[in-house]
């Protein structure tokens, strides 16, 4: 397992943007399918949305229209564009490879994530 950083998150009204990152470690991301997960509180972690190697994406409908994921593989980073964000999205948001939603240990260690807040 190697680290991840998340950053990029904070307190929008409802409505508004946000620009999530994720900087990985290790000569083998461009090859792992990743993905973007959330948190909130008092709730289990959920899989927003992922991104294979070859660029195909997928999301959870809670989430399509409105975030776009997306990689650069020569930066080792994988981004989370976040519009028209509503109360419900206020969570932890963390990344790791798509296969942390599965059984097993996750590829990477989970981080500290960031906070997303959408308050008025």
């Known amino acids: 397992q190697v680290p991840l950083v998340e950053s990029g998150g904070g307190l929008v009204q409802p409505g508004g943007s946000l620009r999530l990152s994720c900087a990985a470690s290790?000569?083998?991301?461009?090859?792992?399918?990743m993905a973007w997960y959330r948190q909130a509180p008092g709730k289990q972690r959920d899989l927003v949305a992922s991104?294979?190697?070859?660029?195909?994406?997928d999301y959870a409908d809670s989430v399509k229209g409105r975030f776009t994921i997306s990689r650069d593989n020569a930066k080792n980073t994988l981004y989370l564009q976040m519009n028209s964000l509503k109360p419900e999205d206020t969570a932890v948001y963390y990344c790791?490879?798509?296969?942390?939603?599965?059984?097993?240990?996750?590829?990477?260690?989970w981080g500290q994530g960031t906070q997303v807040t959408v308050s008025s």
């Open positions: 790791n490879a798509l296969s942390a939603s599965g059984p097993g240990t996750p590829p990477y260690l």
């Open positions: 991104i294979t190697s070859g660029g195909n994406t």
């Open positions: 290790g000569s083998g991301f461009r090859r792992v399918a």
